[in-house]
């Protein structure tokens, strides 16, 4: 999401007439804008080590300009300036668009401009994008969070889940595809919670199913569901619709029922397991991933045992693993029995070492299978010196493809190449062993269809809200 967030800035101060600097530290920048993050501890303290880092430029360079925004910025409001009172400009989630005016605002009044809304101005996919990729891009079908787990401030940050319709997601996807992207990824805090505003249950399932009637689209993801509300008809359409990939990011967060509840998640370990395994009947070869987090406050060491039990039961594919940060103003961060640093980080241990052999020997199933890899990359540290390029398998992991010599001739990202896997390791799989076929990225002129149309009555779901 905040990437997401990251290129629709890009995309506004581009139309405001700004151009992105050469020198991407900001010491030769006239302007530098922060999108922070609130999740972690870690996001305040490099926020504020960077601005440190700045004061000096800023001071060196009249004129110069830093905008802080994000999470952080809807958490801290004045705090920023009173860390970093050389800031210009700090804005929040909910006023994205503000930045360009803001920034004119600081500089024609000459002192710094704060403003945090308490709601949405505008969603942030109905503003400009400058993309990283021409080929893949972030589609937000909602924005915010009506669940209340006690260790995560993003609902206080981002408020509450606001959906879009249905047509205006669809619109969106159509246009980005008449410019190129064949693999498009739907965000959302809670994406399975999708059509609650209008009235709609079922509507990510139908969402999945309509994106699968878009010609050009060859990739369509989505991150993060609830199990909460993670129902059957989301993994028929999973199953069924074939640009649908076959990857699933599932936050577990713990395989303890006692931590689980303390945490406020709305489902216990048996529900959860319940989930994989329909998913994997489904689609006995998807590649399903997870969040956890280790040391939450009255985290008993039996209670750990059961997360190892439950990794052991899931064989995830892969886990984001974190070790518990109390986040001021969340009902977590002042709950008593809060685990010790040394205790949390022995666990961590175990934990990153128990997934990293399942995720290792989940790898090795794959050699000598053929992979079907979106490339994205080039000349990484172990791609030039083996004539590699790198992308994605259709489910989510990371491949690293001989192309043999010069490898980037021939080939550009966009590119599709199937290529059979001959080495695994726990975080990627390396296919030396011939590319069989290879589908060139068709670019902006590939397809003709018009970048847009109004949504089909199927599409047209629930009563629009006064």
């Not at 996001?43 to 440190?52: E, K």
């Not at 891009?137 to 609902?155: E, K, L, Q």
């Not at 809060?338 to 199933?365: C, F, G, T």
């Amino acid at each position: 999401m905040n990437v997401h967030d990251s290129e629709r800035l890009s995309g506004l101060l581009e139309r405001a007439g700004y151009r992105r600097a050469a020198d991407q530290s900001g010491r030769e920048a006239d302007l530098v804008v922060f999108n922070t993050c609130a999740v972690r501890e870690n996001a305040d303290n490099r926020l504020y080590g960077n601005l440190s880092q700045l004061a000096p430029v800023k001071t060196a360079r009249p004129g110069m300009q830093i905008a802080v925004g994000g999470c952080l910025a809807q958490k801290d409001q004045a705090a920023v300036l009173q860390k970093a009172p050389w800031v210009d400009v700090v804005f929040g989630t909910h006023n994205l668009a503000s930045l360009p005016v803001l920034l004119e605002r600081a500089r024609h009044n000459g002192e710094a401009q704060v403003e945090i809304l308490d709601a949405l101005a505008n969603f942030p996919s109905d503003l400009p994008s400058r993309r990283d990729s021409a080929f893949s891009a972030w589609v937000s079908i909602s924005v915010g969070c009506d669940n209340s787990c006690t260790f995560c401030i993003v609902p206080s940050l981002r408020g509450k889940e606001t959906d879009r319709r249905p047509g205006d997601v669809l619109a969106e996807i159509e246009a980005l595809v008449a410019e190129g992207v064949t693999e498009i990824t739907l965000l959302g805090q809670n994406v399975n919670s999708y059509g609650r505003s209008f009235g709609d249950a079922l509507a990510f399932g139908k969402l999945l199913r309509a994106c699968g009637r878009v010609e050009g689209l060859d990739r369509v993801r989505f991150t993060s569901p609830h199990p909460r509300d993670f129902t059957d008809d989301v993994i028929a359409a999973m199953a069924e619709t074939p640009n649908v990939c076959p990857q699933l990011h599932m936050p577990m967060q713990s395989g303890s029922d006692a931590v689980l509840r303390s945490m406020r998640r709305s489902y216990r370990q048996a529900r959860y397991l319940d989930i994989i395994d329909r998913v994997r009947a489904a689609m006995p070869h998807a590649a399903i991933t997870t969040d956890i987090i280790v040391g939450f406050p009255g985290e008993t060491e039996q209670d750990f045992e059961q997360t190892l039990d439950a990794v052991r039961r899931a064989r995830f594919a892969s886990a984001f693993t974190f070790q518990y940060s109390p986040r001021p103003g969340t009902p977590a961060a002042t709950m008593p029995d809060q685990i010790p640093k040394a205790v949390v980080q022995q666990r961590y241990d175990r934990l990153i070492e128990l997934q990293e052999q399942i995720s290792w020997d989940d790898n090795k199933r794959l050699v000598g299978a053929d992979v079907e890899v979106l490339v994205s990359t080039f000349g990484g540290k172990k791609d030039a010196a083996n004539e590699r390029i790198s992308g994605r398998a259709r489910d989510g992991r990371l491949v690293h493809v001989g192309a043999g010599a010069p490898s980037p001739v021939g080939y550009q990202a966009g590119d599709v190449v199937t290529a059979r896997v001959s080495y695994a390791a726990p975080h990627h799989l390396v296919a030396d062993g011939g590319i069989s076929a290879h589908q060139k990225w068709r670019g902006p002129s590939g397809l003709t269809k018009p970048a847009a149309k109004p949504a089909t009555p199927l599409l047209s779901i629930g009563r629009r809200p006064a």
